[in-house]
């Protein structure tokens, strides 16, 4: 039977018009399942938690070299409905451009490692094996995403020689980046306590915003670093400052601020937390309030350090572009850093301007162009 290829655009519409809010699973794994199976992928839905993921693998276990795509289909919230043009779900293709939430973050870039991956077993068998490991549970805490199918593939015998990570990758210019590592990323909470009182006596009570106030400007204006080999300079952003106090004439017993630290390889999300509760401790002293900190840290920098992988996709970029990609290790976080514990990753995307934007869209021309770049890279290779 002569395999049709598949259209990665008409599955990204599909893939659009499942409203898969995250967490919510909205038709879009039960989707790529069914379409997966019938092309002779294993699949299991791996949920966890209350998040769907679906695991599909084409090949033999015991196959020494297998390669894996990583993403996910859960999108951020749409927002305000009465600020889009467009159905959100509706994907509307018109002036050359697919609209939805989650064209461009990233069922687009499902779709074309869908598609790719289908019309390569299909065509030409690989020399190994092939897995797609898909969550629905990137957008929010990601407990329960690709750490779950992680969990399961490690549980399983799984194992994934290298991996691809189809998140949007490149600023303005399709095939101008791809990732090898990211920052890391730690959110910190303050809560200032002091005495409250009267305005007009304010030496009966003990401020708590000056004391804040110093915090936030020593923390703000100290300089982490000036960069590493592969890393940009860390950065200490003040999020929000707050008493929650209405009245001019009241001075408040406590004052909360957060910061966000994206840091590099230089640091450590637990020496850097060590240095923030030591900030703290030394303006409670010298105000005679009290700090109390809270730390979440969402992920370590890691990165993979240029070699055969980033190459390889480097080569299928540039071939398929005509642009020769940088290697960088900007932009927030991915579910990348839960794969580098368990293989080589690389992120290779399409432009990400619109993600997460109202009226979000991706260039048609650019799915095709995705789809092509990850053909080529399976080719390479598995020859």
Known sequence: MIHTPIDPVS???????????????????????????????????????????????????????????NGHTDVVPIGDINDW?????????????LYGRGSTDMKSGVAAFAAAAIDFVQTTPPNGALILAITGDEEDVAEHGTVALLDWMQANGEQ?????????????????????????SLTTYFTVTGKQGHSAY?????????????????????????????????????VTVDTGN??????????????????????????????????????????????STKTKISGESFITPPGALSQLISEAVQTETNRTPEMSTSGGTSDARFVKHHCPVVECGLVGKTMHAVDERVEVAQIHQLKSIYARILERYFT
Request: hydrophobic share 40%; net charge negative; charged share 25%.
């Open 11 to 69: 599955l990204t519409t599909e893939l659009v018009r499942c409203p898969s809010v995250t967490p919510e699973e909205g038709g879009a794994l039960v989707l790529l399942d069914t379409l997966l199976s019938a092309h002779g992928f294993e699949c299991t839905r791996v949920d966890r938690g209350g998040i769907s993921n679906l695991f599909a693998r084409w090949g033999d276990r015991a196959d020494p070299r297998t390669f894996g795509f």
């Open 85 to 97: 043009t467009v159905d959100p779900f509706g994907a509307e293709i018109k002036d050359g451009f």
């Open 160 to 184: 994934m020689t290298d991996c691809l990570v189809g998140e949007p990758t490149s600023p303005n210019h399709m095939g101008e980046m791809i990732k090898i590592g990211r920052r890391g």
């Open 202 to 238: 304010p030496h009966r009570a003990n401020n708590p915003i000056p004391a804040m106030m110093r915090l936030m400007d020593r923390l703000a204006s100290h300089t982490l670093d000036d960069g590493t080999e592969h890393f940009d300079a860390s950065t200490l952003a003040v």
């Open 246 to 291: 209405p009245a001019t004439n009241v001075i408040p017993a406590e004052c909360r601020a957060t910061v966000n630290i994206r840091f590099n390889d230089a640091h450590t999300g637990a020496a850097l937390t060590d240095w923030l509760d030591d900030q703290a401790s030394q303006i409670a002293a010298e105000f005679g309030v009290e700090i």
